[in-house]
């Protein structure tokens, strides 16, 4: 008999599946310590490099807005003619620092914005959707891309476990497993801010978006076969790649456009807008350019501004703001948590994380505090004595939610399928071939009964997903 899973108090788990939510679609509830716990503890299993996208390779450059969507926000950064400084940090998600580059894996895509209302970050891939779409299970899907305790070894029994027990990773997991699952290089990667986020304009309406990068270089991929070869020769051929061609003047650019959705669509929408599981079909929302992100200054020192830059998803500007997504709302929570953990309590003083603008804060001291500021009796508030005050005109418009806290069971009633045969039947012949044969290669050593599982949910896709896959293994 399985023992009862427990906090590390000793209290015994009632539910590792659902975090507690107000509301079907979230947010999520302070209350779930569980849910919080999960995350912290996560945060700290690593010391010092991060827990995920550990390798990772990063430059400056700069965001141009060329289109007027003042009708949708008012954030200056994304006003016609501003042109902001960037920090842009790609990574793979699995590997640690010392991980070879031309590895299957997701890319992270993170964007932290100098701009003139503060630092804004957009943490996001190089794929739309992601394996989960509640954080309460996002620890569990690390652990799976993680080493075996006993072996450290990595596991394709623990992904391909996990997976098949998890039909809401198919999307991303066959993203992972198509062409796109290996690209050439950075440059030539999209990158997705994959949440919902939400943008508000001077009338203080909200209005829900989804943000693109697309690479102008085109999407170009490698092998599995032709990633060997590289490794074998090069473990740093990403970094390599990035690093000279910025080096040589010939700077990479990106296409930025939105997708917007209207609070009465998402209401009416067949699928929940905020799970990150799901893109928002083209078709029903249309990309609206906006501008282009070019690439154009090598970092000076790695260490101090690509290590030690702490990007995350709580960094908003006025015009720009969150979701109920469940991920994103456990993100905003998480990743400040990460940096607190690995650069430390002051993280944010760091030249590379530091806004552009005057920070104003009464967080005062903690390891690291380098700041002699000038002599003040203002150190609490509120106060008589100058001290800087609340300003109630960058108030954002109410959130309507509804709905009794509970852990809904988010597998409910979600259709885990439709989107990916949507992806399935845009692969051509070839690419359904390389998806066949990548999964055919992950599934090494995998046990029949998980195989079958898995094969079960690609059969709930497209019968030609299942077999093709059967095919490839030879069963
Ligand atoms: P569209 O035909 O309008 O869009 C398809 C998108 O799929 C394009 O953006 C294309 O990117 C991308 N794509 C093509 N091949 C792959 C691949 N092997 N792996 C990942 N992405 C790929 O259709 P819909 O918007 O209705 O979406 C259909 C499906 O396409 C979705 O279910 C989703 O799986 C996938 N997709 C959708 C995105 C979205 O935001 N709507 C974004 C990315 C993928 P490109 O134009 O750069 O070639």
């Not at 970050?121 to 190089?126: E, F, I, K, P, Q």
């Amino acid at each position: 008999m399985k023992k009862t899973m427990t906090t590390t108090g000793g209290y015994p788990i009632a539910d590792n599946q659902n975090s507690l939510t107000a509301g079907e679609r979230g947010p999520v509830l302070l209350q779930d310590y569980q849910l919080i716990q999960k995350l912290a503890h996560q945060n700290r299993e690593r010391i010092p490099e991060r827990v995920v996208h550990a390798k990772g390779s990063g430059a400056f450059g700069v965001l141009e807005i060329t289109e007027d969507i003042s009708k949708y926000t008012k954030a200056k950064v994304l006003q016609k003619g501003e042109k902001t400084k960037l920090l842009l940090r790609f990574s793979t998600v699995a590997g640690e620092r010392g991980a070879a580059d031309a590895e299957r894996d997701v890319r992270g895509f993170a964007l932290k914005f100098y701009t003139k209302e503060g630092n804004w970050d957009l943490v996001g891939n190089n794929t739309p959707v992601f394996f989960v779409r509640d954080a309460y299970k996002f620890p569990d899907f690390i652990h799976t891309q993680k080493r075996d305790p006993q072996t450290n070894l990595r596991s394709n029994t623990a992904m391909w476990d996990f997976w098949s027990l998890s039909p809401e990773s198919l999307h991303q997991v066959t993203i992972l497993m198509s062409d796109r699952g290996l690209p050439k290089s950075f440059r030539n990667i999209n990158g997705y801010g994959s949440h919902t986020y939400s943008l508000i304009n001077s009338k203080n309406e909200r209005f829900w978006v989804k943000f693109h990068f697309k690479t102008l270089q085109g999407i170009e991929t490698i092998t599995n076969k032709e990633a060997e070869a590289i490794v074998g020769n090069d473990r740093e051929s990403n970094q390599r790649d990035l690093f000279e061609n910025i080096e040589k003047g010939n700077f990479p650019k990106w296409s930025f456009e939105i997708q917007i959705m209207s609070d009465e669509q998402a209401k009416k929408c067949s699928f929940n807008p905020f799970d990150l599981t799901k893109v928002w079909p083209h078709g029903d929302y249309p990309m609206i350019k906006v501008g282009t992100m070019t690439l154009n200054e090598n970092p000076k020192n790695y260490f101090a501004q690509v290590e030690q830059a702490s990007f995350s998803p709580s960094n908003i500007v006025p015009g720009i703001s969150y979701s109920p997504d469940k991920m994103l709302q456990a993100r905003i929570f998480s990743y400040p948590d990460a940096q607190r953990y690995r650069v430390g309590t002051h993280y944010e003083d760091l030249p590379v994380n530091r806004p552009i603008v005057e920070v104003n804060t009464y967080n005062l001291d903690g390891s690291m505090n380098y700041k002699v500021k000038e002599p003040t009796k203002a150190f609490y508030e509120p106060n008589s004595f100058d001290g800087p005050i609340e300003d109630a005109s960058y108030l954002e418009p109410d959130l309507d939610l509804q709905g009794a806290a509970s852990r809904y069971d988010h597998r409910v009633g979600n259709d885990d399928f439709s989107q990916v045969r949507a992806l399935f039947n845009l692969m051509s012949q070839n690419q359904k071939e390389q998806l066949f044969s990548n999964i055919k290669d992950a599934m090494d050593t995998v046990p029949r009964n998980i195989v079958d599982r898995q094969i079960a949910l690609f059969e709930q896709v497209h019968p030609e997903y299942a077999n093709g896959v059967k095919k490839a293994l030879g069963i």
